[in-house]
């Protein structure tokens, strides 16, 4: 089966407990033989690598199997909703590679279904209007280990309780003065069932319906009511709603005993199918990397105290931020499907994820030179000197071609590149000693001139041809000073000090790393020069580098690091599958 917002995909080898469900179901026919999955974010903050493998499982999974998946904003809290993020989350989820086509939808758009369906919990007796706050309630719930006691407004007469939520809805009540409770189990080991809330009084403008309500739904009882509308099969969401799930599957029975009694009821499902068994909700690991935070208010917390310099600073774990620094989608993807999909919460190893951004762009990024901190070094044999030299675009793509890179008598070398005394197994330019230079020849130190305060200032070299036979260990890039273009770099580097900066006592935001960023003019090849915003390349022997999108200008682009070189994962021993 195939539909209109995705393309059928080979399965891959990994069969994780997803694709084991979904199989099943697909062989035992499960509602028709389709599979229709959803994202649901809440519009409250700017995505993050943690969605990204939601996203991935959940427009994957639907891809996979031919079947769809809908992107849904679950804005049932008026209060910390606002457009700009909706629109975000689009941007991200389309820039991940995925499309949801027609089937962009909000919790909101269920409010009336939502609230009809409360009205039948009420009249069937399974749900009542309760006056104990909210702060009381924590008595009357009681513990796991013991039962709760009932709310002295448990057993409310259903008339009485539906005039009363009437009038919650037309807004004569305060916030927090009623709420409408489900009535389910004030003895259940699982606090969930203990007569949650299912509505509560918010007087508060929602940038989707405006004004029209002043009772809205608690995520709890609508999310399984969304999944239903929209005729979602499976819903897959993070292992932190397990416990929910009883609540989840308790209000699922509930609409379909109430729609199998009452069919004008069908008007409420938007996609409607003659067989439709109901959404199953299945529970994955949530994605936790170190060195970073993923709570939306704790990111939200930085952005307001001006300890980052948005939600897309490049030091972000959001989406946004991760592909202003250079991150590709592919890589992120990536990165997904090499962590897997389990049942098991763990945390991953942020340099797994640069692993796969190095991978992806050593294939694809272009090679240029640039110098970061520039030591100057000066040809005394100017015979014969080439006026270019040609380089390679990229060694891993032969089809990127060569480029023409300007050759002088004066060049910048890295200023680490050279020693004056060198330690033991000190390969690169030394008073005396011969390197490599990157596809230009050899250069052979023969003296040094230093500066007022004795710091090596100019290296005087003899140059020879790429022809000589000369034995070297080691190559260094170089950018010719006359024609070297000045050019602002952003040196990124982890947000945190300490893996784990939620697992501390002490405020997250202690262990903020003073040295995140460094901000620097470097000198690179004519060519960088002319790089459009976005644009990326790997800085031979630094690191990957992305034109940043933002704060770049023609002809003056501003660099930020993706990602160095040296990759930690690659030399460790990865675990068997």
Same mark, same amino acid.
């Given at each position: 089966?195939?539909?209109?917002?995705?393309?059928? *995909? *080979?399965?891959?080898?990994?069969?994780?407990?997803?694709?084991?469900?979904?199989?099943?179901?697909?062989?035992?026919?499960?509602?028709?033989?389709?599979?229709?999955?959803?994202?649901?974010?809440?519009?409250?903050?700017?995505?993050?690598?943690?969605?990204?493998?939601?996203?991935?499982?959940?427009?994957?999974?639907?891809?996979?199997?031919?079947?769809?998946?809908?992107?849904?904003?679950?804005?049932?809290?008026?209060?910390?909703?606002?457009?700009?993020?909706?629109?975000?989350?689009?941007?991200?989820?389309?820039?991940?590679?995925?499309?949801?086509?027609?089937?962009?939808?909000?919790?909101?758009?269920?409010?009336?279904?939502?609230?009809?369906?409360?009205?039948?919990?009420?009249?069937?007796?399974?749900?009542?209007?309760?006056?104990?706050?909210?702060?009381?309630?924590?008595?009357?719930?009681?513990?796991?280990?013991?039962?709760?006691?009932?709310?002295?407004?448990?057993?409310?007469?259903?008339?009485?309780?539906?005039?009363?939520?009437?009038?919650?809805?037309?807004?004569?009540?305060?916030?927090?003065?009623?709420?409408?409770?489900?009535?389910?189990?004030?003895?259940?080991?699982?606090?969930?069932?203990?007569?949650?809330?299912?509505?509560?009084?918010?007087?508060?403008?929602?940038?989707?319906?405006?004004?029209?309500?002043?009772?809205?739904?608690?995520?709890?009882?609508?999310?399984?009511?969304?999944?239903?509308?929209?005729?979602?099969?499976?819903?897959?969401?993070?292992?932190?709603?397990?416990?929910?799930?009883?609540?989840?599957?308790?209000?699922?029975?509930?609409?379909?005993?109430?729609?199998?009694?009452?069919?004008?009821?069908?008007?409420?499902?938007?996609?409607?199918?003659?067989?439709?068994?109901? $959404?199953?909700?299945?529970?994955?690991?949530?994605?936790?990397?170190?060195?970073?935070?993923?709570?939306?208010?704790?990111?939200?917390?930085?952005?307001?105290?001006?300890?980052?310099?948005?939600?897309?600073?490049?030091?972000?774990?959001?989406?946004?931020?991760?592909?202003?620094?250079?991150?590709?989608?592919?890589?992120?993807?990536?990165?997904?499907?090499?962590?897997?999909?389990?049942?098991?919460?763990?945390?991953?190893?942020?340099?797994?994820?640069?692993?796969?951004?190095?991978?992806?762009?050593?294939?694809? *990024?272009?090679?240029?030179?640039?110098?970061?901190?520039?030591?100057?070094?000066?040809?005394?044999?100017?015979?014969?000197?080439?006026?270019?030299?040609?380089?390679?675009?990229?060694?891993?793509?032969?089809?990127?071609?060569?480029?023409?890179?300007?050759?002088?008598?004066?060049?910048?070398?890295?200023?680490?590149?050279?020693?004056?005394?060198? $330690?033991?197994?000190?390969?690169?330019?030394?008073?005396?000693?011969?390197?490599?230079?990157?596809?230009?020849?050899?250069?052979?130190?023969?003296?040094?001139?230093?500066?007022?305060?004795?710091?090596?200032?100019?290296?005087?070299?003899?140059?020879?041809?790429?022809?000589?036979?000369?034995?070297?260990?080691?190559?260094?890039?170089?950018?010719?000073?006359?024609?070297?273009?000045?050019?602002?770099?952003?040196?990124?580097?982890?947000?945190?000090?300490?893996?784990?900066?939620?697992?501390?006592?002490?405020?997250?935001?202690?262990?903020?790393? $003073?040295?995140?960023?460094?901000?620097?003019?470097?000198?690179?090849?004519?060519?960088?020069?002319?790089?459009?915003?976005?644009?990326?390349?790997?800085?031979?022997?630094?690191?990957?580098?992305? *034109?940043?999108?933002?704060?770049?200008? $023609?002809?003056?682009?501003?660099?930020?690091?993706?990602?160095?070189?040296?990759?930690?994962?690659?030399?460790?021993?990865?675990?068997?599958?």
């Amino acid at each position: 089966m195939t539909t209109e917002n995705s393309t059928p *995909a *080979a399965a891959p080898v990994n069969k994780h407990f997803v694709r084991q469900i979904i199989e099943s179901d697909l062989a035992a026919g499960r509602n028709g033989g389709r599979v229709v999955t959803r994202f649901p974010p809440e519009p409250n903050g700017y995505l993050h690598i943690g969605h990204a493998k939601a996203i991935c499982i959940d427009f994957g999974m639907a891809q996979e199997y031919g079947g769809r998946c809908h992107l849904r904003m679950d804005d049932t809290n008026p209060a910390k909703e606002e457009m700009e993020y909706i629109n975000a989350i689009q941007t991200d989820v389309r820039w991940l590679g995925f499309d949801w086509g027609r089937h962009f939808y909000h919790a909101s758009d269920y409010f009336d279904a939502m609230y009809a369906f409360a009205e039948k919990l009420i009249e069937r007796g399974q749900a009542y209007v309760c006056a104990v706050s909210q702060d009381d309630w924590k008595d009357y719930r009681g513990v796991p280990t013991r039962p709760g006691k009932e709310s002295p407004w448990r057993n409310r007469p259903a008339t009485e309780s539906l005039d009363l939520f009437r009038r919650m809805k037309t807004g004569e009540f305060k916030e927090g003065e009623l709420c409408l409770r489900a009535k389910i189990d004030m003895a259940s080991p699982n606090i969930h069932l203990r007569d949650p809330v299912i509505y509560r009084i918010l007087h508060a403008e929602h940038p989707h319906t405006g004004n029209k309500w002043c009772v809205y739904p608690m995520y709890d009882f609508a999310h399984p009511l969304e999944d239903a509308f929209e005729g979602v099969t499976h819903s897959l969401c993070s292992i932190e709603f397990e416990v929910h799930r009883p609540l989840y599957d308790w209000v699922i029975q509930n609409l379909l005993a109430i729609r199998a009694a009452e069919p004008a009821v069908a008007g409420w499902f938007v996609h409607d199918h003659p067989q439709y068994d109901g $959404p199953q909700q299945n529970e994955f690991a949530r994605l936790d990397l170190t060195y970073t935070v993923m709570s939306k208010r704790k990111l939200l917390e930085l952005v307001e105290a001006g300890l980052v310099s948005g939600w897309d600073d490049p030091r972000m774990p959001t989406l946004c931020g991760l592909r202003r620094r250079g991150y590709t989608p592919a890589a992120i993807r990536t990165f997904v499907e090499t962590v897997g999909v389990t049942k098991f919460n763990s945390l991953t190893e942020v340099a797994l994820l640069e692993h796969c951004i190095r991978e992806d762009l050593n294939r694809s *990024a272009l090679r240029r030179m640039a110098v970061l901190r520039p030591l100057k070094v000066t040809i005394e044999n100017v015979e014969n000197l080439p006026a270019t030299i040609e380089a390679q675009n990229n060694p891993e793509d032969p089809a990127a071609g060569t480029r023409q890179v300007p050759f002088s008598r004066e060049l910048l070398i890295e200023a680490e590149d050279f020693m004056e005394v060198p $330690p033991p197994k000190y390969f690169r330019l030394t008073p005396g000693g011969s390197v490599r230079l990157r596809g230009a020849g050899f250069l052979t130190c023969t003296r040094v001139e230093k500066d007022s305060a004795g710091k090596v200032s100019n290296i005087i070299c003899k140059w020879s041809p790429p022809t000589t036979e000369l034995k070297v260990k080691a190559t260094i890039h170089w950018v010719s000073a006359p024609h070297a273009k000045p050019v602002t770099v952003r040196l990124y580097d982890r947000l945190f000090t300490v893996p784990e900066p939620d697992g501390q006592e002490q405020d997250f935001k202690t262990f903020l790393n $003073p040295h995140s960023l460094e901000q620097l003019t470097a000198y690179v090849e004519p060519a960088v020069a002319a790089a459009q915003p976005g644009e990326g390349f790997q800085f031979e022997r630094v690191a990957y580098f992305v *034109a940043d999108a933002l704060d770049s200008q $023609p002809g003056a682009p501003v660099f930020n690091r993706t990602v160095t070189l040296k990759d930690t994962w690659a030399k460790v021993e990865k675990p068997k599958k």
